[in-house]
């Protein structure tokens, strides 16, 4: 039996409903306050935030990247979220079923879209969660880095509310210098400073 063909307005009513459905993105809070402390960014937000980096910040990835192909990466890297919510990074007990949750909104969410575009998003995707390409280095680097910057403009506000510290931080940033060590090394900074100012505990301080 053929595949049916796909009309061109099936295909355009296709992409309009993915691009109705990814506005929940909008919705999909996490636990970085703004620069000015007055509320926490959302994921669109967050990811639009990535793509200003990747333009502007390329020239400074360990190798060769395409601008391109990074800031498309972290556009779509957080769309599974409107599924599988935020997963705060240092919290243990959901990071045991971020995987599988994310899996199955990838799932759902891509096959909105036509066959090829939900298959080059999901490839996409996965490109970024396995981190094993230039650009999906730079891609979890800059990922990693723009929380750094937030918390440290709103004073730390984010490590305040759930009493991070240094060696948590410092685990979940052991691949960040892959994708840039100049990145690495500005940020490396800011945390050294929040560590000594009290924002970020150390480890001689109780749990």
Not at 119 to 139: S, V
Not at 153 to 160: E, M, N, Q, R
Not at 171 to 180: A, C, I, V, W
Request: glycine share 4%; net charge negative.
């Amino acid at each position: 039996m053929e595949e049916h063909a796909v009309t061109d307005e099936e295909r355009l009513k296709k992409q309009m409903d993915f691009i109705r459905e990814t506005d929940r993105e909008k919705s999909v809070f996490r636990q970085t306050w703004l620069s000015d402390g007055s509320r926490k960014e959302n994921d669109a937000e967050h990811s639009w935030h990535l793509a200003l980096m990747a333009m502007l910040l390329s020239e400074y990835a360990n190798e060769s990247v395409n601008t391109e192909h990074v800031m498309a990466m972290v556009l779509i890297h957080d769309l599974v979220e409107i599924d599988a919510g935020d997963t705060y990074a240092y919290d243990e007990e959901g990071n045991k079923t971020k995987r599988e949750r994310e899996v199955r909104a990838a799932q759902r969410l891509f096959s909105i879209l036509p066959k090829d575009q939900g298959e080059k998003l999901r490839a996409l995707w996965e490109e970024f969660e396995e981190a094993k390409t230039p650009e999906a280095k730079f891609a979890n680097t800059l990922d990693k880095c723009q929380p750094i910057l937030l918390n440290d403009a709103s004073g730390g506000k984010s490590w305040h509310e759930h009493t991070v510290y240094e060696s948590q931080i410092m685990k979940r940033n052991e691949k960040t210098p892959e994708g840039s060590e100049t990145l690495w090394a500005y940020f490396k900074k800011i945390l050294e400073k929040n560590i000594a100012n009290g924002n970020i505990k150390k480890e001689s301080e109780s749990r």
